[in-house]
């Protein structure tokens, strides 16, 4: 024998809740690279005006953004009012959910910012 252990499962229920396990975020996984696979389908066509790209770009990432969160199982809690006109929101990046949650809320355009030296 190598030293190695065997493998066990703690006994017929644990196999089961295995598989189970891994049937879903199989599908989930299938559910996820289809809404991909459906907003890139969905892009404007070349010859269209910039405005209307980056509407259709930020109309596609918001409904990406709110199909990832349900297939994740992330419920999404509003304190307040969300914004409804043209803002600029900066998020502190407690997790890597702060894009996709602030995404799934409202339709947005995202831009990064780079700190220079301190």
Do not use: K, W
Not at 13 to 30: H, K, M, V, Y
Not at 70 to 95: E, T, Y
Not at 110 to 118: L, N, P, S
């Amino acid at each position: 024998m190598s030293g190695v252990s065997s493998l066990a499962l703690g006994g017929e229920d644990s196999l089961l809740e295995s598989a189970a396990g891994a049937a879903r975020a199989l599908i989930r996984t299938q559910v996820g690279l289809g809404a991909i696979c459906t907003e890139l389908l969905t892009v404007p066509r070349p010859g269209a005006v910039e405005t209307v790209r980056h509407h259709h770009a930020a109309h596609a990432a918001h409904r990406l953004a709110r199909r990832i969160a349900d297939i994740l199982g992330v419920s999404i809690q509003v304190r307040g009012g969300v914004p409804s006109g043209p803002v600029v929101l900066a998020a502190n990046h407690l997790s890597y959910f702060d894009p996709l949650v602030i995404g799934a809320l409202l339709p947005l355009a995202a831009v990064a910012v780079a700190r220079r030296g301190a």
